[in-house]
């Protein structure tokens, strides 16, 4: 699949992780440059990335002030199928995550295993928009390199 904004070449590899992974690592800036991991959960639309956040989180800090990320997958126990995605955020305030009901159907039944309801969701109300601009599969045959 290509993203329609910005006709990355988005493979097998990675679409699979996009459907059925259920945590991903967003790789967010410090002010004093240093990466920032952190495990999120996350929507795919076909085009976009989803994360939300709570709005006092690192996450939209370093977001405010360098909007590109890198967001990558576990690698399988012997550490093949890697699957690095960089790109550009846009930050939204003020939506609720329930109202996404990709997200919210994604994401329900590891809410109810954690004993979360929807109003535990609604206090990510920052939701960051990636739009992927390059995806590196760990291997020579890589669509695109993130560097």
């Not at 939209?60 to 002030?65: E, Y």
């Not at 690095?84 to 990709?102: F, H, K, M, R, Y």
Request: hydrophobic share 40%.
């Amino acid at each position: 699949m290509t993203s329609a904004d910005t006709g990355v070449l988005l493979r097998a590899e990675a679409e699979r992780h996009l459907r059925e992974d259920e945590v991903a690592w967003l790789v967010t800036v410090t002010a004093k440059g240093m990466g920032y991991p952190t495990p999120v959960w996350f929507a795919f639309d076909g085009r976009h990335i989803v994360v939300y956040a709570e709005p006092t989180s690192r996450k939209v800090a370093n977001v405010a002030r360098q909007p590109m990320v890198t967001l990558h997958f576990n690698s399988d126990p012997a550490g093949s199928d890697i699957v690095v995605i960089t790109g550009l955020v846009s930050i939204e305030p003020d939506v609720d995550p329930n109202a996404d009901e990709a997200y919210a159907t994604k994401y329900r039944p590891p809410m109810d295993r954690l004993g979360m309801t929807a109003v535990d969701l609604r206090l990510s109300s920052v939701r960051l928009r990636i739009v992927p601009r390059s995806v590196w599969l760990g291997d020579a045959s890589a669509a695109s390199d993130p560097r």
